[in-house]
């Protein structure tokens, strides 16, 4: 369930400079709201908003894609109270152009490929850190028999893998834009530090589990390095999370065990 966060007050409003009503936006956890140009989110790691902010700011233009450029307060800083905000990016979700939601990541993760490991990434303690740590094995599992029962065929066939990383988008599924016109927009960049393609087969996973693609989806990307690795710790990560998250439910594990059984046939 998304419980909707409260607006922004009208301080922090007018720390970012923004004037309007403040109107919700559909996704964001339920906590996103446009107020005139820019789009306010609660912060989730101050550590990372401000880092992330950094980047984002002085990321040169790209033909292959956009991303909203933050706002820095009157303070300063690139929060406030609790709340961050960016430009709004014109565009809107499609999960049935996966294939183009790869492609901008490739570009994305090609234009961030030489940003050193956020030192952040080592405190960060959140259910999707946890389960991205279990998924590499730096965590062990401890998990609800529901969970337990999704896990245990992945688990069998992890087999330890030398890919190098680089910072990467680890929700690129609904997180890319498309607009008529305009390059794709890369939106809520959640940073991790793994390989490239770990980041595509999480994508991939996701419209496995939700979005009704199939195996010439797994197919068609199979030339990405260690490409069935990735989606075992894909959906590692992916069950894991949820675990922590939220609860179990007929719907959820069967969507869960229809991704695992195309991924392992």
Not at 8 to 23: C, D, E, M
Not at 67 to 91: F, I, N, Q, Y
Not at 155 to 171: F, I, K, M, W
């Amino acid at each position: 369930m998304i419980l909707t966060v409260p607006a922004p007050s009208n301080a922090v409003i007018a720390a970012f400079g923004a004037t309007g009503t403040p109107v919700l936006l559909a996704g964001g956890k339920g906590g996103t709201w446009r107020v005139g140009d820019l789009a306010f989110k609660p912060v989730e790691f101050l550590p990372e908003t401000r880092w992330r902010a950094e980047v984002l700011a002085s990321l040169p233009e790209s033909v292959d894609f956009r991303v909203p450029k933050p706002a820095k307060a009157a303070t300063g800083d690139w929060a406030m109270e609790g709340w961050e905000a960016s430009e709004l990016v014109a565009g809107e979700s499609d999960v049935d152009r996966q294939d183009e939601v790869l492609r901008a990541g490739i570009a994305f993760h090609a234009a961030i490929a030489d940003l050193p490991r956020p030192s952040f990434l080592d405190t960060r303690d959140d259910p999707w850190s946890y389960g991205d740590r279990v998924a590499w094995e730096e965590r062990a599992v401890q998990a609800s028999p529901a969970a337990k029962a999704l896990l245990t065929p992945l688990l069998e066939v992890r087999r330890p893998v030398e890919l190098p990383s680089q910072v990467v988008h680890g929700d690129l599924p609904g997180n890319v834009l498309f607009a008529d016109g305009l390059p794709p927009a890369v939106i809520d960049w959640p940073a991790y530090w793994r390989p490239t393609s770990w980041a595509y087969a999480v994508a991939v996973a996701d419209a496995l589990c939700w979005y009704g693609a199939g195996p010439p989806l797994v197919a068609r990307w199979a030339r990405l390095p260690e490409w069935g690795q990735m989606l075992v710790r894909a959906l590692i990560y992916r069950i894991v999370t949820h675990d922590v998250a939220s609860t179990w439910d007929t719907a959820t594990s069967r969507a869960y065990r229809r991704a695992i059984d195309v991924v392992l046939a």
